[in-house]
């Protein structure tokens, strides 16, 4: 299915550049050569993943998913999950992911401290920066403060 996937993707980036000839002479040095460089980007990418899937499947074994290893794991990511959706709302998405996050990285193993908070920190402040400041997303923010 991926590979099917991929597929259709670098036909997508084919028939985007083909297309391209059928521009106005005017946008032939604008805007197509952006659509060019887009489908030439996606076409890239699809061989490139192309290649690595290949390659994964020349040296992969045969793994499943077991829950059955880690219940607790999974049970108890599910329901911090859960309970950090239910805190999106009266907490904010900064405050609630600020309890989330070093939580999650505990139950998945990171056990110094140095790491959990320094992650956690770094991900908010990326958050802030790139979604808040450079693209202006509206985040959930809280109605307590």
Known sequence: MELLLLSLFLLIAILLYRSTASFPEMVQGSTATYIRFLAVSLGFLC??????????????EKKELNLAASPRRFWALLGL????????????????SA???????????????????LTSA?????????????LGVPLPESYLF
Not at 47 to 60: G, S
Not at 124 to 134: G, H, M, R
């Open 47 to 60: 061989l490139l993943e192309v290649v690595l899937w290949l390659r994964k499947q020349e040296r992969a």
């Open 81 to 96: 999950m859960f309970g950090y959706s239910m805190l999106l709302e009266p907490l904010g998405f900064y405050l609630a």
């Open 99 to 117: 309890f989330f996050l070093p939580v999650t990285m505990f139950i998945l193993g990171t056990r110094k401290k140095p790491h959990l908070i």
């Open 122 to 134: 770094g991900v908010l402040l990326f958050v802030y920066l790139v979604f808040q400041k450079l």
